[in-house]
């Protein structure tokens, strides 16, 4: 199994950025796919998920809510955030996450760092 993250990096307040997640080894499709960040000093927390199936359903933590969109490609096994009007509290580690909704199986990547500074 591997959940392999990319796109992270500096970007400066306002700017965008897209990060993927490569997905393999697991039924992608029948997992929930989410996105997770910790910020130096503070505890990991759920940033935006999407649900299995073909409803891909999204919720979103509070603070990103109207600035990140999570999305899924089944036929790629890719998930995404595209992250716009980034601020510098974005700043964190995202984790690509995969929970299976009917073995409760649970997989990380190993994170990418986002960096929002000017």
């Known amino acids: 199994v591997q959940l392999v993250e990319s796109g992270g990096g500096l970007v400066q307040p306002g700017g965008s950025l897209r990060l993927s997640c490569a997905a393999s080894?697991?039924?992608?499709?029948?997992?929930?796919m989410s996105w997770y960040r910790q910020a130096p000093g503070k505890e990991r927390e759920l940033v935006a998920a999407v649900t299995s199936g073909g409803g891909g359903e999204t919720n979103y933590v509070d603070s990103v809510k109207g600035r990140f969109i999570i999305s899924r490609d089944n036929a790629e096994n890719t998930v995404y955030l595209q992250m716009n009007s980034l601020k510098p509290e974005d700043t964190a580690v995202y984790y690509c996450?995969?929970?299976?909704?009917?073995?409760?199986?649970?997989?990380w990547g190993q994170g990418t760092q986002v960096t929002v500074s000017s």
């Open positions: 996450h995969a929970y299976g909704i009917l073995n409760r199986r649970v997989y």
């Open positions: 080894g697991f039924a992608f499709s029948s997992y929930v």
